[in-house]
């Protein structure tokens, strides 16, 4: 990804010692594009891959980390150090993410996920186990067919590891919500990977 915050090699090693908060404090002193790099080092990989389950594209998921972090670079100072640092720019990835996919009429036009919303309950009960025996293939297909927000949801859980405390923080809603949610983007993933031959 070519980008201006990425530094060389020889810049890396002067801040690499420093701890996240010790960094983002530096930064927001100093308005220092040259240590906000280190960051966006740490951090552009796992950024653009969150890009990635919202874009269709490389190139997309490419500009939108860009503009994810030209965003964090002017509101860094609004990092309150209350959560990890890696917490709040989940947040502000998925958020930013969402944000685009729902502004972006012509998107949202061609996008091929099949909407469940009007389901109430999910008679399908999905368990863990299940999704991990899918075939990688076949699964993958599936989660394009489903709502960015929903794949979103499940990499975050499942490929990412995050726990239902910080997918709480993440999304800002109760985990009854998180569960509730979970369980549905599980059975939308596993009708749409029954359709897959």
């Known amino acids: 990804m070519g980008n201006e915050f990425k530094r060389s090699s020889s810049t890396k090693s002067a801040h690499h010692k420093y701890t ?14 040259m240590l906000f790099g280190e960051l966006y080092d740490r951090y552009s990989r796992l950024v653009y891959n969150k ?4 874009s269709k594209s490389n190139k997309e998921a490419e500009d939108l980390t860009q503009d994810i972090f030209l965003m964090i670079f002017v509101k860094l100072g609004s990092f309150k150090g209350n959560s ?3 917490t709040w720019l989940y947040s502000f990835t998925y958020n930013f993410c969402v944000n685009y996919v729902n502004r972006n ?17 999910v ?6 186990n299940l999704l991990l025996e899918m075939q990688v293939d076949k699964l993958k297909k599936a989660l394009e067919l ?3 927000e929903d794949k979103s949801l499940l990499l975050l859980k499942y490929q990412d590891g995050a726990t239902i405390k910080e997918l709480e923080d993440v999304l ?4 009854s919500a998180i569960k509730m949610r979970l369980k549905r983007a599980k059975a939308k993933v596993v009708e749409m990977y029954k359709t897959i031959p």
């Open 84 to 86: 990890k640092f890696s």
């Open 172 to 175: 800002e809603i109760k985990s």
């Open 123 to 128: 008679s399908i009960e999905v368990t863990d």
């Open 20 to 33: 996240d908060a010790e960094l983002i404090e530096r930064i927001v002193v100093n308005k220092d594009a």
């Open 51 to 54: 890009c990635l389950g919202f």
């Open 146 to 148: 489903i709502a960015p």
């Open 105 to 121: 009429k012509e998107r949202k036009i061609n996008d091929n996920s099949v909407n469940f919303d009007n389901q109430e309950d």
